[in-house]
């Protein structure tokens, strides 16, 4: 049997969880489940950041869930970046919730991968050989997209969740 986890989002509202997001659309509100048509980022603006956790709600069997991945596939339109606080190296986490901004983040300051890492880039605990031996929530993935005048607005790209589960 497999382990149940899901995406949980976190925003302004006294740091409301919203459990088993649907999306993860970036835009110009602090919104979970944000519709990008509603809420366009003008080119040359920021998305406001997204704070999540990769969130285990049953161990279904499992023993440890680690290992934890993220990135992106697919394209931004013009030179737009997705920043991100994951990395592989020299992580310090971010287990302490700060309200999202659409100004360039201080937070989300590493590119976000376009495939998939070699090794985690999320924590558990502040740390990327942390696990989880029962249900509970990873580190803050927390990520943005900076854009500037001359951006084509309205691409599309996928976030991929990764991890390791041990029987």
Do not use: C
Not at 9 to 34: C, P, Q, R, W, Y
Not at 53 to 66: F, L, N, P, Y
Not at 91 to 106: C, I, N, W
């Amino acid at each position: 049997m497999a382990a149940t986890i899901q995406i949980a989002e976190f925003n302004t509202a006294g740091e409301t969880k919203t459990a088993n997001i649907t999306n993860t659309n970036m835009g110009s509100t602090d919104a979970v489940n944000l519709d990008p048509v509603a809420n366009p980022v003008v080119p040359g603006e920021n998305t406001y950041e997204k704070w999540q956790k990769m969130e285990v709600t049953a161990m279904g069997g499992s023993s440890k869930i680690d290992n934890l991945k993220i990135w992106r596939t697919g394209a931004l339109g013009g030179s737009a970046t997705h920043v991100t606080n994951a990395r592989e190296t020299s992580y310090g986490g971010a287990e302490t919730f700060a309200t999202p901004v659409a100004t360039a983040s201080t937070v989300a300051d590493q590119t976000m991968p376009t495939s998939e890492p070699t090794d985690a880039n999320l924590g558990i605990g502040g740390s990327l050989t942390g696990e989880l031996l029962a249900t509970g929530l990873s580190d803050y993935l927390v990520h943005q997209i900076q854009t500037d005048v001359t951006d084509t607005a309205g691409s599309t790209s996928t976030m991929n969740y990764q991890y390791d589960e041990t029987a």
